[in-house]
């Protein structure tokens, strides 16, 4: 599996952006996938993670409410919604995903950055 996330830019707080991963390769609707991103001077963290089968959802606290995560199995893609951008949601955000749910994320993205200015 590849993946290319897109959509990151700069953003006024409070603003919205809406950022996607793209995957290729086959059987995309078995893997779990999910969002993480890496602050500058931090360690990457979770943000969110979305099932393949039964499509459910989970959230980082610090995100949850403001932040959706989507998918669109036909198209191979994964959609991440944030809404109400703090400048602490600045970051690169990467997508991921995985075959196994209790194991780690296999494959990752490139990244795309996200500035939210204050």
């Known amino acids: 599996v590849q993946l290319q996330a897109s959509g990151g830019g700069l953003v006024q707080a409070g603003g919205s952006l809406r950022l996607s991963c793209a995957a290729s390769g086959r059987a995309f609707n078995t893997y779990g996938m999910g969002w993480f991103r890496q602050a500058p001077g931090k360690e990457r963290e979770f943000v969110a993670a979305?099932?393949?089968?039964?499509?459910?959802?989970d959230y980082a606290d610090s995100v949850k409410g403001r932040f959706a995560i989507s998918r669109d199995n036909a198209k191979k893609t994964v959609y991440l919604q944030m809404n109400s951008l703090k400048a602490e949601d600045t970051a690169v955000y990467y997508c991921a995903a995985r075959k196994d749910m209790s194991s780690g994320y296999d494959y990752w993205g490139q990244g795309t950055l996200v500035t939210v200015s204050s």
């Open positions: 979305i099932t393949g089968t039964f499509v459910n959802t």
